[in-house]
């Protein structure tokens, strides 16, 4: 599966972004997916995921409640709306995808997946 992450930009803080990620070559909906980010300087770090036989979403702590992901099936196109933007925020954010199906205590872990998209870079002004 080729992925495609888009979106990113630059806003104020306490703004909003919705980043999208395309999928080709094969469908949302197996397995598991993934958003990652890396702020300059610092690892990867796990924002959100989704397993897909759950339909259920978890999230970093310092994203809770500010980010949702989501999923438009026709578009086969996966989305992470983030609002109340804070300039930590600021990082190039990933797409992952794998057909496997994790354990959800996996999730957060980028090993966990097979395919990655280019990132996309967010950055937030104070």
């Known amino acids: 599966v080729q992925l495609q992450a888009c979106g990113g930009g630059l806003v104020q803080a306490g703004g909003s972004l919705r980043l999208s990620c395309a999928a080709s070559g094969g469908t949302f909906g197996s397995g598991a997916m993934g958003w990652f980010r890396q702020a300059p300087g610092k690892e990867r770090e796990f924002v959100a995921a989704?397993?897909?036989?759950?339909?259920?979403?978890i999230y970093a702590d310092s994203v809770r409640g500010r980010f949702t992901l989501s999923r438009d099936n026709g578009k086969n196109t996966v989305y992470l709306q983030m609002s109340s933007l804070k300039p930590e925020d600021t990082a190039v954010y990933y797409c992952?995808?794998?057909?496997?199906?994790?354990?959800?205590?996996?999730?957060?872990?980028?090993?966990?997946?097979?395919?990655w998209g280019r990132g996309t870079l967010v950055t937030v002004s104070s």
């Open positions: 992952a995808n794998t057909v496997r199906n994790p354990i959800t205590s996996m999730l957060p872990s980028p090993g966990t997946y097979t395919d």
């Open positions: 989704r397993r897909w036989s759950f339909s259920t979403n």
